[in-house]
């Protein structure tokens, strides 16, 4: 079964606090993960992808095969971090690609 | 940065009449996708399209909605006899790549079915 989970559907920190956001995915296949934000009333955009190994806006994410996790951490939270995060995994089906998409962690960074 | 462009943004329908969701995806793109998000739940998969043809499609696509590509700009997800329960935001998103890629979402489309 392809699925993704992202246990905490809230989560409030306050600026300048470290913050992490949990993702685990359940794949038989070789996993891709990103992270995909979406800010107030924006269009989702890519944060993070695991095979880059970048960090932006000072987010990194690990990929742990051995525990399936790809949580999301920043060391110091800023408020224009607000926003919704969405962990997703990248399956193949033949020659076809799709993501598959947590539920999403409300984040929310407070002053 | 180029943008997945979709129109309208908010649609509202009668129960049972035909919709169109309109898309222009980013132009050297070759692959395109459709996903929705039900309010308050999470955002899922309907169909993927590559070379002008369906490459999966999930099995909320079932025979109510086509996708099509008419005229090697726009991309269009048709719902051809709408349920409450298609009630949803519907994004578009598209890619140049297979592998790996950045996948670029749209705005999304508010469809609201009465």
């Known amino acids: 079964a392809q699925r993704v989970t992202q246990p905490e559907k809230l989560l409030s920190v306050f600026k300048g606090a470290p913050v992490e956001l949990k993702c685990n995915y359940s794949y038989s296949g070789s996993p891709e993960l990103f992270w995909y934000v979406q800010y107030s009333r924006q269009r989702l955009q890519l944060l993070l992808r695991h095979i880059s190994r970048e960090s932006i806006k000072g987010f990194t994410a690990d990929l742990n095969k051995g525990e399936t996790s790809f949580h999301l951490k920043k060391p110091f939270a800023q408020e224009e971090d607000s926003a919704m995060y969405y962990c997703a995994l990248g399956t193949r089906k033949g020659g076809s690609e799709k993501l598959v998409f947590g539920k999403g962690t409300k984040l929310t960074v407070n002053p | 940065e180029p943008e997945v462009t979709q129109t309208p943004s908010h649609q509202v329908t009668q129960m049972g009449q035909e919709v169109i969701l309109r898309c222009v995806p980013i132009?050297?793109?070759?692959?395109f996708y459709w996903y929705r998000q039900i309010l308050g739940q999470k955002v899922e998969f309907l169909v993927s399209?590559?070379?002008?043809?369906?490459?999966?499609k999930s099995e909320i696509f079932d025979d109510q909605f086509s996708v099509e590509r008419p005229d090697g700009s726009n991309f269009t997800l048709k719902i051809r006899s709408t349920k409450l329960e298609d009630s949803a935001m519907y994004f578009c998103a598209s890619k140049w790549g297979a592998t790996n890629e950045k996948l670029f979402f749209g705005s999304g489309t508010q469809l609201s079915v009465l």
């Open positions: 132009s050297n793109h070759l692959y």
């Open positions: 399209f590559y070379n002008n043809e369906i490459s999966e």
